[in-house]
């Protein structure tokens, strides 16, 4: 991603299996090693960017959910409104409208994933207590700009997605009903 490719980490599993987990871990400052993979990412993605001279850099952050076929912006003021999937000849599918926020560090990132985390669709199942009742898809635009050997300047971008996806065991074992089974 900080040499302008795309990527995505994805969880996939059943309810209950380590999912989020896996993707989140805790956030423990004393204990660095339970960190996820997310909060990993955004370590190591800031870290390179202040050892790294002679590039700019400009770091966004975007976090969706898609919850029974709904597309919602997690960081939007109104995170119930749904948003359209749409596609671009010249840079594929996108999220109409969804929110793109500027980070400068790991601090200003944590906050952006926390804020979108309070809005994230949770239920219990008997599979889960605090189940994630929707996909989640966390994105990390990083911009660079350099100097290339021809003295113009140069920019590409790389986006990561890290995704955590919704349990996907059979309705049958997680026991729900009503709004549960729906999702």
């Not at 599993?13 to 996820?36: C, F, I, W």
């Not at 870290?47 to 919850?67: G, H, N, P, W």
């Not at 239920?123 to 929707?134: D, V």
């Amino acid at each position: 991603v900080l040499e302008g490719y795309n990527g995505t980490i994805f969880a996939y599993g059943q309810t209950g299996a380590g999912k989020t987990h896996t993707m989140m871990g805790y956030n423990d400052p004393a204990k660095p090693e339970l960190k996820g993979i997310t909060p990993n990412a955004f370590d190591h993605i800031f870290d390179y960017i202040s050892q790294t001279q002679k590039r700019e850099f400009l770091v966004r952050a975007s976090f969706l959910e898609i919850y029974n076929e709904q597309v919602r912006d997690l960081l939007a003021k109104d995170h119930t409104v749904r948003l359209e999937l749409k596609e671009n000849p010249d840079s594929g599918v996108y999220v109409k409208d969804l929110s793109s926020v500027v980070v400068k560090g790991v601090k200003e990132i944590d906050h952006v994933l926390s804020l979108g985390n309070k809005n994230r669709s949770v239920g219990a199942t008997a599979m889960n207590l605090t189940s994630s009742r929707s996909h989640s898809i966390f994105s990390i635009i990083v911009e660079t700009s350099e100097v290339g050997p021809d003295g113009e300047q140069h920019i590409r971008a790389g986006k990561l997605n890290l995704v955590d996806l919704a349990g996907s065991e059979r309705q049958s074992k997680t026991g729900a009903t009503g709004q549960r089974f729906k999702e």
